[in-house]
């Protein structure tokens, strides 16, 4: 069955640092989003992104933040500029279009560890 | 804006047995689709069952079933005749039908099965 992967499983960076969270969402899907879960809190939206662009994004989602589509099959979620804070699991999600979009497929996502 | 409660922290079933893991949620929409998400240790988020609020009808998907009380914004899943494959996190989920198409998350409960 068709899975959404993301790489690495466990990042470990320091703080300032850039980094870049990988995912490879299903192959025909057209939807494509990016959540966050600070440890003990709430899964929350970060991102989605759709024909090339973002179509909505939380407070959350600031300048520090960016999505990118390179080549067509991986989706990426950069960090500029990591602080202390944003420390989290990071889960991408993917969805088919027309009703299909109701419905999300997730990773099994990204340790992001700040030191 | 849209909030997900899921009050129960930790639920432990014999195995074989019934429970029911509860979720209410917070909303002006009046169509809204509501999901129940599974996520085993180290792996993705699952969809488990989903409902449409306009179906009178709780959905059913073999073992796991909904009781989806619209008035009181209530969502509970019942998992009938528990295995040791149902440990796992399981996270309550909203999507207005309309507007955003993010996922709206509950703290999640963390269901242990007793051999």
């Known amino acids: 069955e068709p899975e959404v992967t993301q790489t690495p499983s466990h990042q470990v960076t320091q703080m300032g640092q850039e980094v870049i969270l990988r995912c490879v969402p299903i192959?025909?899907?057209?939807?494509f989003y990016w959540y966050r879960q600070i440890l003990g809190q709430k899964v929350e939206f970060l991102v989605s992104?759709?024909?090339?662009?973002?179509?909505?994004k939380s407070e959350i989602f600031d300048d520090q933040f960016s999505v990118e589509r390179p080549d067509g099959s991986n989706f990426t979620l950069k960090i500029r500029s990591t602080k202390l804070e944003d420390s989290a699991m990071y889960f991408c999600?993917?969805?088919?279009?027309?009703?299909?979009?109701?419905?999300?497929?997730f990773g099994a996502g990204t340790r992001l560890s700040v030191l | 804006a849209q909030t997900v409660t899921q009050s129960q922290p930790e639920m432990s079933v014999q195995e074989a047995e019934t429970v029911t893991l509860s979720c209410t949620y917070d909303?002006?929409?009046?169509?809204?689709?509501l999901f129940w998400y599974k996520q085993p240790p180290s792996r993705q988020m699952i969809l488990v069952i989903r409902?449409?609020?306009?179906?009178?009808q709780n959905a059913t998907e073999n073992r796991f079933s909904v009781n989806f009380q619209k008035a009181a914004k209530s969502f509970s899943l019942k998992i009938s005749d528990s295995q040791l494959g149902d440990a796992a996190m399981y996270f309550c989920?909203?999507?207005?039908?309309?507007?955003?198409?993010?996922?709206?998350f509950g703290t999640g409960t963390r269901l242990t099965v007793i051999p």
């Open positions: 409902q449409e609020a306009y179906k009178q």
């Open positions: 192959s025909n899907h057209l939807y």
């Open positions: 909303t002006s929409e009046s169509d809204y689709y």
């Open positions: 999600a993917s969805s088919a279009g027309g009703l299909g979009k109701n419905i999300q497929y």
């Open positions: 992104f759709y024909n090339n662009e973002i179509s909505e």
């Open positions: 989920a909203y999507k207005g039908k309309t507007g955003a198409n993010n996922l709206f």
